[in-house]
């Protein structure tokens, strides 16, 4: 499969090209969202693309939003039948979705399970992760004694998503709302990955989107516990004390890490090598999690 950086379909509006998705109104009440092989992180797009991974990411989320227990943004039209064109056709089999148009929440629902990442840098400070307090003495990649909601802002593309404590959650959508998506976050957590242990994966942390309907249901969007919104760890190399080798973009994440670049925009050429373990990787966890 070759690599999709950017879709260009013109039988349809474009709406907005995110970090990865690329977004087009199909009519009032539906949204084409094409996931192309693009790479963010640290909040920038990485120059080359990960050839397969918007069908993977796809394959994951479908996944997912049949096997949670919760209402979501599918439509179960045929992203081909949204287009007109041969070529389109080809752009949007097997890495698309067409789905309801929903007004976004203004946060991004992050939920953590093990100390890793930004919250082991901020527990190395301050004995708390996003403004939580944690017991002393937990070690890198611990499993945390309970998940923690600790939502962000949602930055454009060039932008660093800022983490908010609950009580600006509050502001921003109310209590009712804030105490709903924060419960639902953490239950889908939970069943995510007591599901993903029997298949030898942890997830360490995941990010959730929701957005709401005309009546103010509450839906799952955007995508579902894929490789580039969580942290897959394979069981069988998991280890407390140090953070284990992951089965998502923080191969990359790292490799970045381990160069001199300021992580502002461009970001680095990234090695075919570095490119291929991470494709690798994020099919690996796909097969993991579907295989019969």
Known sequence: ?????????????????????????V?????????????????????????????????????WFGKL???????????????????????????????????????????????????WKDYQK????????????LREAEKLPEPLFTPSTKAVAGKHDENISYEETVRLLGAPRAAEV?????????????YAATRGIIIADTKFEFGVDNEGKLYLIDEALTPDSSRFWPTESYKAGKNPPSFDK???????????WDKKAPAPRIPQDVLQKTADKYREALLRLTAG
Not at 9 to 20: D, Q
Not at 102 to 117: C, F, M, Q, S, T
Not at 128 to 137: A, Q, S
Request: glycine share 8%.
């Open 182 to 194: 924060k419960n639902a976050a953490i239950a889908l957590y939970v069943d995510a990955a007591n």
């Open 126 to 137: 301050t004995g708390k992760v996003c403004g939580i307090g944690l017991p002393h003495g």
């Open 27 to 63: 009519d009032a009440e539906h949204l084409l969202i094409v996931q192309t092989d693009r790479l963010s992180a640290f909040d920038v797009i990485l120059p080359d693309p990960i050839p397969g991974k918007g069908a993977v990411l796809t394959a994951m989320s479908n996944f």
């Open 69 to 119: 227990d919760y209402p979501n943004h599918l439509s179960g039209i045929a992203p081909e039948s949204a287009v007109k064109e041969t070529e389109e056709m080809e752009q949007v089999k097997g890495r698309a979705f067409v789905t309801k148009k929903l007004k976004p929440l203004p946060i991004e629902a992050i939920v953590r399970g093990y100390l890793v990442g930004s919250g």
């Open 250 to 260: 923080q191969f990359v994440r790292d490799w970045l890490e381990s160069s001199d």
């Open 1 to 25: 499969m070759s690599a999709l950086h950017e879709s260009s379909l013109t039988s349809l509006p474009l709406l907005h090209r995110g970090k990865v998705r690329d977004l087009y109104e």
